[in-house]
């Protein structure tokens, strides 16, 4: 049976191309996006590249009752969660929906799941948890500071994470990259 992989975002630059990567090494990517950064062409494209239709869902990753239903229809145990708000300008004029988005988001993902079922989870970070330290090349180890309200919403969805797959005993890794 192939494994399944929830990919929120999936229909992104990156989500499409995690995408491809996970079909092509044996995985059964399963899309959950809201199309507020991505477009449905996307998905269509993949449906070609992965010869194969995959499998979308147009939602936010902020409703439960769909997200739970998608998770246990398809015995979901691992997630890339690439989905989130990515503006750094429009985090400073808009916090608050930043952390609705980013960080409610995420804690409503990882409600969906009964306890010990998640068994592993990519966060998509970034680079802007270390703030501007003028110094090069940045640490992982860096110590952790932001600047704007994005960077503040990466950082404590990292925590959020981190303190969730103690609890639960599964494994997590943050992506903090530069702008891909």
């Known amino acids: 049976m192939v494994e399944k992989v929830l990919v929120t975002g999936g229909a992104g630059y990156v989500g499409s191309h995690v ?42 990753i902020r409703d439960k009752i769909k997200l739970k239903k998608i998770i246990n229809k398809h015995s979901i145990s691992k997630i890339i969660h690439l989905a989130s708000l990515k503006s750094v300008e429009e985090s400073l ?16 993902l990882l409600s969906c799941f009964d306890k010990n079922k998640l068994k592993q989870i990519i966060f998509s970070s970034s680079a802007c948890v270390y703030g501007n330290t003028g ?37 997590y890794a943050n992506l903090r990259y530069f702008n891909p």
Not at 93 to 108: H, V
Not at 138 to 167: D, F, P, S
């Open 93 to 108: 004029d808009q916090p608050f929906k930043y952390i609705s988005n980013n960080i409610s988001g995420l804690i409503d």
């Open 19 to 60: 995408c491809i990567a996970l079909a092509n090494n044996g995985y059964e990517p399963i899309i959950v996006d809201n199309l507020s950064n991505s477009k449905i062409y996307v998905v269509k494209k993949l449906n070609k590249i992965i010869n194969k239709k995959v499998i979308f869902n147009k939602i936010d």
């Open 135 to 171: 110094k090069f090349p940045i640490k992982e180890n860096n110590e952790l500071k932001h600047e704007n309200t994005y960077g503040y919403t990466k950082i404590v969805c990292e925590q959020i994470i981190e303190n969730y797959c103690m609890e639960n005993k599964c494994n």
